[in-house]
């Protein structure tokens, strides 16, 4: 009886065999290739690529190489992708997802709200019918994406968005400034204690600013580790896709 | 006496942040401000519309029906009034609804249309305002979802105890959602082929 029971309650719960949603990848780098179609230099030279423009304009563009998106559409799977991933400053929305579905044979450029002035959805049609498609038809697919990144960036160039924040200083010597005034503070009131007369001139004060917003809104600067994150972008669906 | 006074106000104190009050207005300003943006994105979708029908009917002006078909499906949507009232009334919600659905419909069939006119689909204004089309249907479906999303909160919170007794003394009822009927046809975008 027991067993019978305990058999149903393990049956209930067994998870049933319906298609369920791709998983989002973490975003662990700028370019993230599920399918092995770019080589480790293709790879880190299109990171590099990207790295750069964010340093220099703030900016945020990924790539995804997915085998498919399957059950849902690209666009679908695009717009989840680019909520979870957030890519682009909060607040200035200047995030791409360049999603490509390589068994699909499907790709997009998703656009963050902030740059659907420079990369309308038209133009995004045009990188993609232009740039990406004839070398994809190829097989050629880093050199589709590199002029796809490219071209991007060279449409954002010209948008006024606001400067990237000052890069973050390396952590020790933060550390080391907030222990030094901590022992200060602690010191004085180690001494006043005996000698009330000291409390005025034992507290130094420090006139050098802190530096300011180390991690400002647009996350980690990968220059400093190395890492990669969004910055907390919002897009709204803007971009276009294309299929060859 | 005044203790047991003191006791039950103390009660009733400790109870109030869980009635949901609170979250009551933050979750309809969230419905308000994402309905808006489901109205902005369909606006853009209408204003689309004459420059297509213009352009389409430069290479396939015997298509008279299709292109009187699109023509007024967009009046109707026009003549729908637009305001916050829609969403405490199913009715108007559901006409406002049909309209989009039924100029969706005309869409899907203006552009496959244009399938059978070579030149009109090589023409490059129909191209870009294909693609405009096409990015203006995605992002109604992205507002839409984020509607729907907010709505289910609200939803949820109108329906669940204890939150439900908040909805009632207030009079906040369940918000309509998009339903299902014609969803086909609304929810497929027009059909493109290259």
Same mark, same amino acid.
């Given at each position: ?45 299109? !990171? ?22 399957? @059950? ?15 890519? #682009? ?20 450029? !998703? ?8 990369? @309308? ?47 973050? @200083? ?68 803007? #971009? ?5 | ?7 039950? /106000?103390?009660?009733?104190?400790? $109870? ?39 352009? %389409? ?27 916050? =009232?829609? $969403?405490?009334? =199913?009715? *108007?919600?559901? =006409? ?5 659905? *039924? ?7 203006? /552009? ?7 030149? $009109? ?36 919170? *109108? ?14 009822? %369940? ?7 014609? =969803?086909? *046809? ?9």
């Amino acid at each position: 009886m027991l067993r019978s029971v305990l058999l149903l309650f393990v049956l209930f719960h067994l998870p049933l065999g319906v298609a369920a949603e791709q998983a989002v990848p973490a975003l662990t780098g700028r370019v993230i290739d599920q399918t092995k179609t770019l080589s480790s230099n293709q790879r880190e030279h299109i !990171e590099g690529l990207s790295r750069s423009f964010e340093e220099h304009s703030g900016s945020q563009i990924a790539v995804l190489l997915v085998a498919s998106t399957q @059950p849902e559409t690209i666009e679908q799977y695009a717009i989840r992708v680019a909520e979870q991933w957030k890519l #682009g400053r909060k607040g200035i929305d200047d995030g791409v997802l360049i999603l490509i579905a390589k068994q699909d044979r499907a790709a997009r450029i !998703e656009v963050g709200y902030g740059l659907e002035g420079r990369i @309308p959805d038209v133009t995004a049609k045009r990188i993609i019918e232009d740039q990406m498609i004839p070398s994809f038809k190829a097989g050629n697919f880093y050199q589709g994406i590199l002029n796809t990144v490219q071209t991007l960036i060279a449409s954002i160039t010209n948008e006024a968005l606001p400067p990237p924040k000052r890069k973050a @200083p390396s952590t020790p010597l933060n550390w080391s400034f907030i222990l030094l005034v901590l022992f200060i503070i602690f010191w004085s009131f180690l001494s006043s204690y005996g000698n009330r007369r000291y409390l005025g001139r034992s507290y130094r004060r420090f006139g050098s600013p802190w530096y300011s917003g180390g991690f400002g809104g647009g996350g980690f600067r990968s220059g400093g580790f190395g890492g990669f994150s969004g910055g907390g972008g919002g897009f709204g669906g803007g #971009g276009a896709s294309g299929r060859w | 006496m005044q203790r047991l006074k003191l006791a039950l /106000i103390f009660f009733v104190a400790l $109870l109030l942040p869980g009635c949901g009050y609170n979250q009551f207005q933050t979750l309809d300003e969230s419905i308000k401000a994402a309905w808006s943006e489901v109205l902005n994105q369909y606006q853009r979708r209408a204003d689309l519309v004459p420059n297509l029908v213009n352009t %389409v009917k430069g290479y396939a002006a015997h298509e008279k029906d299709v292109l009187q078909n699109v023509t007024d499906a967009r009046a109707k949507v026009g003549s729908v009034s637009v305001n916050p =009232e829609l $969403l405490n009334n =199913e009715a *108007a919600f559901r =006409e406002f609804q049909q309209a989009q659905s *039924a100029l969706s419909g005309a869409l899907s069939r203006l /552009i496959a249309v244009a399938e059978n006119y070579p030149q $009109l689909k090589a023409d490059a204004v129909f191209r870009d305002l294909q693609a405009q089309l096409e990015g203006t249907e995605n992002r109604i479906t992205v507002a839409r979802g984020r509607y729907i999303k907010t709505v289910e909160s609200f939803n949820v919170l *109108a329906r669940s105890f204890p939150t439900n007794l908040t909805a009632k003394l207030f009079g906040y009822k %369940v918000k309509p959602n998009f339903s299902v009927e014609n =969803e086909a *046809a609304l929810s497929r975008p027009p059909t493109v082929q290259f």
